[in-house]
């Protein structure tokens, strides 16, 4: 590690090494979409993503990726983000999302069939983001994993289906407020507080 060089500096490196001319990239999606078009999984997707694999109707009707759902995380992604292992970048993504949508919905609901995942989506790249102070003491770095997207994308679809139920049955309680969206310590703080005054 260069300690001579600040970590926007060398973030901006990083995303020049990965990222692809557009042309480049749309030759990417076109071939990988071609390429997907020629295997055969042993299932069909309808519109509604329904699913049946190997012949089994019905089976793992429940197990489906939802399309809209999907595109619009796919739309929310950073155009900027940093590319995992596989080197595909988020723009790639970002260039049709109903088109890779459709694609993916076809992978995931493979892979929730098997219970599965592929083996290239349980690695990361570690990269240090300098924080302050003096750059040769690693303990002034902040590590962060760069995961590929169709996994971050995958744990997405898994996630949000899983809290919607969760917050349905209000299986948590309104104390536990860490990694909630729209909630922190402040929330637990403004509590202690107003229970304190009243």
């Given at each position: 590690?260069?300690?001579?060089?600040?970590?926007?500096?060398r973030e901006a490196h990083v995303q020049t090494m990965f990222s692809?001319?557009?042309?480049?990239?749309?030759?990417?999606?076109?071939?990988?979409?071609?390429?997907?078009?020629?295997?055969?999984?042993?299932?069909?997707?309808?519109?509604?993503?329904?699913?049946?694999?190997?012949?089994?109707?019905?089976?793992?009707?429940?197990?489906?990726?939802?399309?809209?759902?999907?595109?619009?995380?796919?739309?929310?992604?950073?155009?900027?983000?940093?590319?995992?292992?596989?080197?595909?970048?988020n723009a790639l993504f970002r260039e049709d999302p109903s088109f890779w949508a459709y694609y993916l919905a076809l992978l995931f609901n493979v892979l929730r069939g098997t219970t599965g995942v592929p083996d290239a989506w349980k690695g990361s790249i570690i990269h240090p983001i300098y924080k302050a102070a003096n750059p040769a003491n690693p303990s002034n770095y902040r590590l962060i994993a760069l995961i590929d997207v169709e996994a971050k994308l995958y744990a997405s679809c898994l996630l949000q289906p899983l809290a919607e139920w969760i917050h349905d049955r209000q299986l948590i309680p309104q104390c536990q407020t860490g990694f909630r969206a729209g909630m922190g310590a402040s929330t637990n703080l403004a509590k202690k507080a107003t229970c304190m005054l009243y």
């Open positions: 590690m260069n300690a001579g060089i600040d970590a926007a500096t692809l001319p557009e042309q480049h990239a749309k030759e990417e999606a076109s071939q990988i979409a071609n390429d997907l078009s020629k295997i055969n999984f042993g299932f069909r997707v309808t519109t509604q993503t329904d699913l049946t694999l190997n012949g089994n109707e019905g089976k793992h009707a429940l197990m489906t990726t939802d399309i809209g759902m999907l595109t619009s995380l796919i739309k929310k992604l950073k155009m900027e983000g940093a590319a995992g292992q596989n080197v595909i970048p």
